[in-house]
Nanobody, 126 residues
Framework: QVQLVESGGGMVQAGGSLRLSCAAS????????VAWFRQAPGKEPEFVAA????????NYAGSVKGRFTVSRDNAKSTVYLQMNNLNPEDTALYYC???????????????????RGQGTQVTVSS
């Protein structure tokens, strides 16, 4: 079992930055692909970014590419999401998910992942 705990959310003005963390316990994240998803009220979960096990391969949703950066520290079993130039449309509950058998074509599909955290709220004001 892997337990995932997100942190780093909060309220920020448009144009601001936040860094989210996804810390794992129970098992090392070294053998897991990890993705960030977000869900705004009344909307479906949306893929944000993902990092493969080696940390060298990353994927981003078009809406965040160039503004968000996903990274990982396998020694700390932690994955980060650096979010810059935030805008009100980025307001959502952000959560991370981990999976060992995530194939590239399904990396943006939440059901591809075995574990997910409870999330951290990000609110961006205009």
């Amino acid at each position: 079992q892997v337990q995932l705990v997100e942190s780093g959310g909060g309220m920020v003005q448009a144009g601001g930055s936040l860094r989210l963390s996804c810390a794992a316990s129970g098992r090392s994240l070294r053998t897991y692909a990890v993705a960030w998803f977000r869900q705004a009220p009344g909307k479906e979960p949306e893929f944000v970014a993902a990092t493969r096990q080696n940390g060298m391969s990353t994927n981003y949703a078009g809406s965040v590419k160039g503004r968000f950066t996903v990274s990982r520290d396998n020694a700390k079993s932690t994955v980060y999401l650096q979010m810059n130039n935030l805008n009100p449309e980025d307001t959502a509950l952000y959560y991370c998910a981990a999976g060992q058998r995530v194939i590239l074509s399904s990396i943006s599909t939440l059901s591809s992942y075995d574990y997910r955290g409870q999330g951290t709220q990000v609110t961006v004001s205009s």
